[in-house]
């Protein structure tokens, strides 16, 4: 068996062939990284009759001194079949050790553990323990069963499945949810398909969040539309929809206090508690809608044309839609855009048959005190599952030059601290 360098073609041939392939294994990401300071390698094991046997892209530090490597996702390889991934090890580790890279770290899709809305477990990889046992004996060294967000890439994520019709899919959301979805159309919130010149809605709402630029953007939009693979979303308050709302909103709850107030009159009874506490439950309400009635002149004054209020990045891999980034404005986070946004995508990739929407990342479900657990309870009132993945692995290539960069890194945090 012999470890080449694979064109994008061979690359990509052999991923189609793969059951479990992530995004983040596709020539697409590798144009995208090596915009990003970045050496991309496409490498395949080869046997005697030319026929690929597992391949993996890997990403190279460009600049600098001491070489360190990664595989988003992992390998693309059955890390069951514990020879082929001994000799694929093996050939990794020479063809880095002759480039001079210090040691690759893997974050493999690698499913451990998967759990419901309630968090219960419902399943548990048989083979988890036999290859976590072989990656080890091999070399890897596993960094630990991160909480939060300390991995490559999320250690937890939320999948929707997608296999039973919509209607269903919106029964099943969580009711607080279903709530805010209908509250955020009600109020003039509307799902747009953007593209590229309306990109820079997304970077505005996430520039805080993530550590990317605006090219970035660009760049993944640019790669995955040359597969017809990438979809862009916002979502806008239609502030003439909204006013119009609470203008109504309002008169019908006006209409109700007066009648309220001449049953109190004709009762010729000021005690009558039923009555009485009617009439303070709608004049609260009324302020409430009188509060909300200003508030939606004063937007339709400022932003006549609406406001944008959420936005996402979607990567179509084969059957799966993939949440790569999303945002939204905190300003108008009361409108619940993002609630119906995801349920929009979710309609639509259930009606365009894929099969998962996968939300991306969460955090550990069980952890106490878990900073994140808005986010888990959002993305998980979709009836999502949980699904609990391996998390890092370090493999050293080079072990004089590895003991050197750790030396470095070391003095790098003295100097931090």
């Known amino acids: 068996m012999l470890l080449k360098e ?14 479990i392939k992530s995004l983040y294994q596709s020539v697409e990401y590798a144009n995208v990284m090596s915009n990003q300071d970045f050496e991309t390698l496409l490498l395949g094991l080869i046997d005697e009759n030319n026929n690929i046997l597992a ?4 990403l190279v530090e460009k600049n600098a001194k001491l070489k360190y490597s990664y595989a988003p996702r992992g390998f693309l390889i059955n890390y069951n079949d514990f020879y ?69 890439k999320p250690r937890y994520e939320a999948i929707i499945k997608l296999n039973v019709p919509y209607y269903i899919l919106f029964k099943n ?27 820079n809605y997304l970077y505005l709402q996430t520039k805080g969040k993530y550590p990317r630029d605006l090219d970035y953007y660009k760049e993944i939009y640019l790669q995955f539309s040359k597969t017809n693979s990438v979809e862009f979303f916002y979502t806008k308050l239609d502030t003439k929809t ?26 010729n009874n000021p005690n ?5 506490t009617r009439k303070m439950e709608a004049d609260f309400k ?14 339709l004054r400022d932003y006549p044309e609406g406001v944008i209020t959420s936005s996402a990045l979607v ?26 946004l995801i349920w929009k995508l979710c309609e639509r990739y259930s009606n365009f048959g894929f099969k998962e929407f996968n939300l991306g990342g969460i955090t550990n479900i069980n952890l106490d005190n878990n900073p994140y657990n808005g986010l888990n309870k959002f993305k998980l009132g979709f009836n999502s599952i949980a699904n609990e993945y391996m998390g890092d692995l370090e493999l050293i290539t080079n072990n004089t030059l590895y003991f050197m960069y750790k030396n470095s890194k070391d003095l790098k945090n003295m100097f931090r601290r």
Do not use: W
């Not at 694979?6 to 059951?19: D, I, P, Q, V």
């Open 84 to 152: 082929l991934l001994k000799i694929f090890t093996e050939e990794i580790k020479k063809y880095l050790s002759r480039k001079n890279i210090v040691a690759i770290k893997i974050c493999p899709s690698i499913t451990k553990t998967t759990y419901d809305i309630k968090y219960n477990i419902t399943m548990h990889n048989n083979y988890y323990d036999n290859i976590f046992y072989n990656l080890s004996n091999l070399g890897y060294k596993h960094l630990g069963y991160s909480n939060l967000f300390e991995s490559l």
């Open 55 to 58: 391949a993996s892209l890997i």
């Open 315 to 340: 990567i179509k891999n084969n059957d799966e839609a993939f949440l790569l980034i999303d945002g939204y404005d905190s300003k108008y986070k009361i409108f619940n855009s993002k609630h119906l």
């Open 6 to 19: 694979l064109t994008n073609e061979e690359f990509t041939k052999f991923r189609n062939s793969f059951n």
């Open 286 to 299: 009324l302020n409430y809608y009188k509060k909300q009635l200003i508030k939606a002149t004063n937007m």
């Open 173 to 199: 959301i969580r009711k607080e949810i279903r709530t805010k979805i209908r509250g955020a159309s009600s109020n003039g919130v509307k799902v747009y398909k953007g593209d590229l010149s309306t990109l």
């Open 272 to 276: 009558n508690k039923g009555l009485t």
């Open 242 to 267: 909204y006013l119009t709302r609470f203008q109504n909103l309002f008169q019908k709850q006006e209409e109700l206090c007066n009648e309220i107030t001449n049953d109190l009159i004709r009762s």
